[in-house]
């Protein structure tokens, strides 16, 4: 299959990769039994949620450059162009207003430009259904197809760049990073699912955009509301990804790890609490504010026991040392079925000195 090439590049220094896995059969947007208590004014439909919009006068609007594509799983891949995230209000006769904008993602040669509707400070989702976001998920076309009756024609006359047809969106911001996931099926220019014989399974794709350099506008908001959240309280089974950059002795050096684990999932009131073991990648607990019915932001100040994944330059041995880490922006997102759990760390002194990280957990219920 081929993947996007046309991202952001030279993020060493945050530790974000291009990093792209698909989900054959995955569950999108699905509605679960068992949501907490928790903040947003409205619930969950296919296109996300349905409702009144809120009124997201404080939205930290703006540019976020520094994007890098994290897709669950897979082969790594670095990224080969900037990319910037753009957040624009829509402004109509009675004059402009940040709870409904237009997001603008530039990559290269490549645009797409998709509308969300806040649901709190810190969070937004797809204004309605049938967006798509264009991009290299995969060529499609350029050669014959088969049609009805025995005859044959051309598809289209050159490769296209797929489109992702979004049947979820999740944006949220937290400290000046904004953390998009999108799901949906992959369709070629003529709108059939997939594109045969390279490309995505027709079943969805999952992916995560993280863009880390603000334009000063704002940090988002952790502010708890009061409805049903999609969140399901119980044990889930994790893969993570955790990508690295260490700073060693005037030296620098990184790594892309894999690894596994079990994440349990509580609620009380508007807050969640995650907690995560068993994997090398990461361990600990996270606290998190609901900010939405798909969405929670982290509270601030936190910590998480994160793997040393980089290498010793002066002794040319991988240092696998567990050091606790600051979080410096994290995201905890829901499809209403499986968890989307991100993180950035950062490290000092110890046995990892000045490690950067990203962790990406992708998480499905236990059983």
């Not at 809120?54 to 162009?81: K, M």
């Not at 995560?276 to 100040?301: E, H, I, K, R």
Request: charged share 10%; hydrophobic share 35%; proline share 5%.
């Amino acid at each position: 299959m081929n993947i996007p090439r046309e991202l952001a590049s030279g993020l060493s220094e945050k530790a974000l990769r291009f990093l792209p896995v698909v989900l054959a059969g995955m569950a999108i947007g699905a509605a679960a039994c068992g949501g907490i208590d928790s903040s947003s004014s409205k619930q969950g439909d296919s296109s996300n949620d349905a409702g009144l919009a809120y009124d997201a006068g404080s939205f930290p609007l703006g540019a976020y450059s520094g994007c890098q594509w994290l897709l669950t799983g897979g082969t790594f891949e670095s990224a080969s162009s900037p990319a910037t995230l753009t957040l624009a209000p829509i402004c109509g006769a009675s004059g402009c207003t940040s709870s409904s904008m237009v997001a603008s993602f530039q990559s290269g040669q490549t645009t797409t430009t998709f509308t969300l509707r806040a649901t709190s400070d810190s969070s937004a989702t797809l204004s309605g259904p049938g967006q798509g976001f264009s991009g290299e998920w995969a060529f499609c076309g350029g050669g014959a197809i088969q049609l009805d009756g025995g005859g044959v024609a051309i598809a289209d006359p050159a490769p296209t760049e797929a489109t992702l047809s979004m049947t979820f969106a999740e944006l949220t911001v937290d400290q000046g990073v904004a953390f998009l996931q999108l799901e949906g099926p992959v369709v070629d220019i003529q709108g059939s699912p997939g594109c045969n014989p390279d490309g995505p399974p027709s079943a969805g794709l999952s992916a995560l955009l993280v863009c880390d350099v603000s334009s000063g506008n704002g940090v988002g908001h952790a502010q708890a509301t009061t409805t049903t959240s999609r969140f399901v309280t119980g044990a889930y089974d994790c893969n993570s990804t955790a990508d690295s950059v260490v700073s060693y002795q005037g030296e620098e050096d990184g790594s892309t790890i894999g690894g596994s684990g079990t994440l349990t999932l509580t609620a009380n009131g508007p807050s969640l609490e995650a907690v995560y073991s068993g994997d090398a990648n990461a361990s600990g607990t996270l606290d998190f504010v609901v900010t939405s019915d798909s969405s929670a932001n982290p509270v601030s100040g936190q910590t998480i026991t994160v793997g040393c994944g980089a290498f010793d330059p002066t002794t040319s041995m991988q240092v696998n040392a567990p050091t606790p880490g600051e979080v410096t922006a994290a995201a905890l997102t829901t499809d209403g079925t499986s968890l989307y759990l991100t993180f950035l760390s950062k490290t000092s002194g110890g046995a990892c000195p000045d490690q950067t990280a990203s962790t990406v957990l992708v998480c499905t219920p236990k059983g």
